[in-house]
């Protein structure tokens, strides 16, 4: 069979070409590879990085989304926070606005007790409250601290109006010593912080010297001072800081006074007086100052009188009495100067009985009744008020039993004892209130022995007064035993207790004689 020539394929020229060139193709072979490979690894790094590219957009946009989330959050945290500091602020402006305005314009009015024990603790709650939500507010601490001071006044402040609650006074006065003594760790120089801190002591002297803590309450009060005399010293021409010194000398004078020391306390109210007329001078139309110094001549006179200088404390007493006696008439509203007004009225009388012008006393007294017997009615909360009146009522049975209507006398003594012993059953820790309802006792041990006395009268009732002597007396000395053992008797009652038990034997003494028909009348017990 013949051969065919044909052309050479695709494939055979291939061969043939590699064959010749097998170095060139070789070369050539490893070219394509690696730039396939790299094509490959090329497009794999591509998809790669394209994946993660659109990773990184999707977390940029949610991160974007987050952020404006968290803004708008943002945003609506800080118009709620400012909305809840609005409000904070405005139940604070309030409770500010209880205290230290509607408060003030009614502190001095008569019946207002009730009230402002109302809105004093309203203000505390508020504040307690707000106080609970937040720390670190110093602003806020002072008006907690001026707020306890307040509820306090209210509560026993024995120089105004006030509920009768002395050891509720206490506690309200020392948690506001607490908060700014914590203030005053950070701020030592603050002269408000200072001076609030002077008021707190203050304000605890007048109640431990109402519950009989003598020399603790001297303490305080020269506490008080120390501060106040710094202050003062640091600020010559400061008025209320220089009034403020007229007042500590005032306490420390009192303190002084309670214990016995009356030439100290002398000492003490004329300092007061002299600071507190040197700034009358200054402004004579300032009413706070006008009664600073009526007060001080109020003191003055009590302490020339425990020192036997009648005429140079019946002095005192009416120098005193013309100047409250005006500040009543500018302004006859108010309840404070009423009880200064009563309180000089009472003074004066205490003069004039004790130099024989009863008559006199008797219209003195009389006039301090009508005055406490108004605050009481206006107000029958008032417990300062009606140890007033109480007083008063054993003022004038004094007078009474003097001048010789002792059936009168007795009446008189009877009230005063009615609401001694209410006050003195409503707040028991008050030592004032349990001395005055043992005076009460004694007062009618010896009404009841003058009665007994009579010869005049039936045997038969002069042994009932008798018998009714012996028991107030045995009243009276139980009561003062009480303070007694207590350590609360005061210097001035020392030997009470053995006066009032010589009386109820010279009672039972006559007693004895009545009932074996003898005639002899009773001797005269000792006076309260």
């Given at each position: 069979?013949?051969?065919?020539?044909?052309?050479?394929?695709a494939?055979?020229?291939?061969?043939?070409?590699?064959?010749?060139?097998?170095?060139?193709?070789g070369?050539a072979?490893?070219?394509?590879l690696?730039?396939?490979?790299?094509?490959?690894?090329?497009?794999?790094?591509?998809?790669?990085?394209?994946?993660a590219?659109?990773?990184?957009?999707?977390?940029?946009?949610?991160?974007v989304?987050a952020?404006?989330?968290?803004?708008?959050e943002?945003?609506?945290?800080?118009?709620?926070?400012?909305n809840?500091?609005r409000r904070?602020?405005?139940v604070?402006?309030?409770?500010?606005?209880?205290i230290?305005?509607?408060?003030?314009?009614?502190?001095?009015?008569?019946?207002a007790?009730?009230v402002?024990?109302?809105?004093?603790?309203?203000?505390?709650?508020?504040?307690?409250?707000?106080a609970?939500?937040?720390?670190?507010?110093?602003?806020?601490?002072r008006?907690?601290?001026?707020?306890?001071?307040?509820?306090?006044?209210?509560?026993?402040?024995p120089?105004?109006?006030?509920?009768?609650d002395?050891?509720?006074a206490?506690?309200?006065?020392r948690k506001?010593?607490?908060?700014?003594?914590?203030?005053?760790?950070?701020?030592?120089?603050?002269?408000?912080?200072?001076?609030?801190?002077?008021i707190?002591?203050?304000?605890?002297?007048?109640?431990q010297?109402?519950?009989?803590?003598?020399d603790?309450?001297?303490?305080?009060?020269q506490?008080?001072l120390s501060?106040?005399?710094?202050?003062?010293?640091?600020?010559?021409?400061?008025a209320r800081?220089?009034?403020?010194?007229?007042?500590?000398?005032?306490?420390?004078?009192?303190?002084?006074?309670?214990?016995?020391?009356?030439p100290?306390?002398l000492?003490?109210?004329?300092?007061s007086?002299?600071?507190?007329?040197?700034?009358?001078r200054?402004?004579?139309?300032n009413r706070g100052?006008q009664?600073?110094?009526?007060?001080?001549?109020?003191?003055?006179?009590?302490?020339l009188?425990?020192?036997?200088?009648?005429?140079?404390?019946?002095?005192?007493?009416?120098?005193?009495?013309?100047i409250?006696?005006?500040?009543?008439?500018a302004?006859?509203?108010?309840?404070?100067?009423?009880?200064?007004?009563?309180t000089?009225?009472e003074?004066?009388?205490?003069?004039q009985a004790?130099?024989g012008?009863?008559?006199?006393?008797?219209s003195?007294?009389?006039?301090?009744?009508?005055?406490?017997s108004?605050?009481?009615?206006?107000?029958?909360?008032?417990a300062?008020?009606?140890?007033g009146l109480?007083?008063?009522?054993?003022?004038?049975?004094?007078?009474?039993?003097?001048?010789?209507?002792?059936?009168?006398?007795?009446?008189?003594?009877?009230?005063?004892?009615?609401?001694a012993q209410a006050l003195?059953?409503?707040?028991?820790?008050?030592v004032?209130?349990?001395?005055?309802?043992?005076?009460s006792?004694?007062?009618?041990?010896?009404?009841?022995l003058?009665?007994?006395?009579?010869?005049?009268?039936r045997?038969?009732?002069?042994?009932?007064?008798?018998?009714e002597?012996?028991?107030?007396f045995?009243?009276?000395?139980?009561?003062?035993?009480?303070?007694r053992?207590?350590?609360?008797?005061?210097?001035?009652?020392?030997d009470?207790?053995?006066?009032l038990?010589?009386?109820?034997?010279?009672?039972?003494?006559?007693?004895?004689?009545?009932?074996?028909?003898e005639?002899?009348?009773?001797?005269?017990a000792?006076?309260?």
């Amino acid at each position: 069979m013949p051969i065919v020539a044909r052309p050479p394929s695709a494939a055979y020229q291939i061969r043939k070409f590699v064959r010749r060139h097998a170095a060139l193709t070789g070369l050539a072979a490893t070219v394509f590879l690696a730039v396939v490979t790299i094509a490959v690894v090329a497009s794999v790094q591509g998809a790669r990085t394209a994946a993660a590219l659109q990773d990184e957009r999707r977390q940029r946009e949610r991160a974007v989304a987050a952020e404006q989330r968290a803004a708008s959050e943002a945003e609506r945290a800080n118009a709620e926070a400012a909305n809840a500091r609005r409000r904070f602020n405005q139940v604070r402006e309030l409770a500010r606005s209880f205290i230290f305005d509607f408060h003030a314009k009614i502190a001095d009015l008569a019946g207002a007790t009730p009230v402002r024990e109302f809105l004093v603790e309203t203000a505390l709650r508020y504040l307690d409250n707000l106080a609970s939500e937040t720390s670190g507010e110093p602003s806020l601490a002072r008006d907690l601290a001026s707020a306890y001071i307040k509820v306090g006044d209210v509560q026993g402040n024995p120089y105004g109006a006030n509920l009768g609650d002395t050891a509720g006074a206490l506690r309200s006065y020392r948690k506001a010593l607490e908060l700014l003594e914590a203030l005053a760790e950070s701020e030592p120089q603050d002269s408000n912080l200072r001076r609030g801190k002077a008021i707190s002591l203050d304000k605890i002297g007048r109640i431990q010297a109402a519950l009989g803590r003598l020399d603790a309450s001297l303490l305080s009060f020269q506490n008080s001072l120390s501060i106040v005399e710094s202050i003062a010293r640091a600020a010559p021409k400061d008025a209320r800081a220089q009034f403020n010194l007229s007042v500590g000398h005032d306490r420390v004078g009192r303190a002084h006074a309670a214990l016995g020391q009356w030439p100290e306390a002398l000492a003490r109210y004329r300092e007061s007086f002299a600071i507190a007329e040197d700034l009358l001078r200054a402004a004579p139309a300032n009413r706070g100052l006008q009664r600073g110094v009526a007060l001080a001549y109020v003191m003055i006179g009590d302490t020339l009188e425990a020192l036997e200088q009648t005429d140079e404390a019946l002095d005192a007493f009416q120098k005193g009495h013309e100047i409250v006696t005006a500040l009543v008439q500018a302004d006859q509203d108010n309840a404070t100067f009423r009880r200064d007004l009563a309180t000089s009225h009472e003074r004066i009388g205490g003069i004039q009985a004790a130099i024989g012008r009863t008559a006199d006393a008797l219209s003195s007294y009389r006039e301090s009744q009508r005055i406490w017997s108004a605050l009481v009615q206006a107000d029958p909360d008032d417990a300062n008020a009606r140890r007033g009146l109480s007083i008063s009522h054993n003022n004038l049975g004094d007078v009474l039993l003097a001048m010789g209507p002792m059936t009168e006398a007795l009446a008189s003594y009877r009230q005063g004892l009615n609401t001694a012993q209410a006050l003195a059953r409503n707040d028991p820790d008050n030592v004032d209130l349990r001395r005055d309802l043992a005076v009460s006792y004694w007062k009618l041990s010896e009404v009841h022995l003058a009665l007994g006395s009579d010869r005049a009268a039936r045997r038969s009732d002069r042994l009932r007064h008798l018998r009714e002597a012996r028991s107030w007396f045995e009243h009276a000395l139980g009561a003062f035993e009480e303070l007694r053992k207590a350590d609360l008797l005061s210097t001035a009652d020392a030997d009470v207790p053995t006066r009032l038990l010589r009386g109820m034997q010279e009672c039972e003494a006559a007693i004895v004689q009545l009932e074996r028909g003898e005639a002899q009348p009773p001797p005269p017990a000792a006076e309260p």
